[in-house]
């Protein structure tokens, strides 16, 4: 018979933990990460935050500061709503950063410009 501390072979304290364990984080940022390749919280924790969050802008969630830096405050057990307004502008200069780096896939259309081009509003390039 197993021990109780065991479960799928393995301890419990090596088990993945969620990323909605990561306080700030919920349900929705979790499916997030999933989809943008961060299966779990260790994952999330081994990454650089800013490599996370590209990676997370890159799978195609859009970019919101409040997220981002809930996430810079969770990750080190912070309530989201902690930084001091000096630590609040260093994040944004690190957000505004993070959005300025990622080149917009010209293969993907945005949402208007699939409208446009379905009722034959724009000229084809």
Do not use: C
Not at 21 to 48: C, H, Q, T, V, W
Not at 70 to 97: C, T, V
């Amino acid at each position: 018979m197993r021990s109780p501390l065991y479960a799928n072979s393995q301890p419990i304290s090596a088990m993945n933990e969620p990323i909605s364990s990561i306080r700030n984080l919920g349900p929705a940022m979790e499916k997030a990460f999933i989809k943008a390749g961060i299966p779990d919280a260790n994952a999330l924790r081994a990454l650089d935050p800013d490599h996370a969050y590209t990676t997370l802008l890159q799978s195609g969630h859009p970019p919101h500061f409040i997220a981002y830096y809930a996430m810079i405050m969770g990750l080190q057990g912070r309530p989201w709503n902690d930084p001091s307004p000096q630590e609040k502008h260093q994040l944004r200069q690190r957000f505004d950063a993070i959005k300025a780096s990622l080149k917009p896939n010209k293969k993907d259309p945005s949402d208007i410009e699939r409208i446009l081009d379905k009722i034959g509003v724009r000229n084809p390039d």
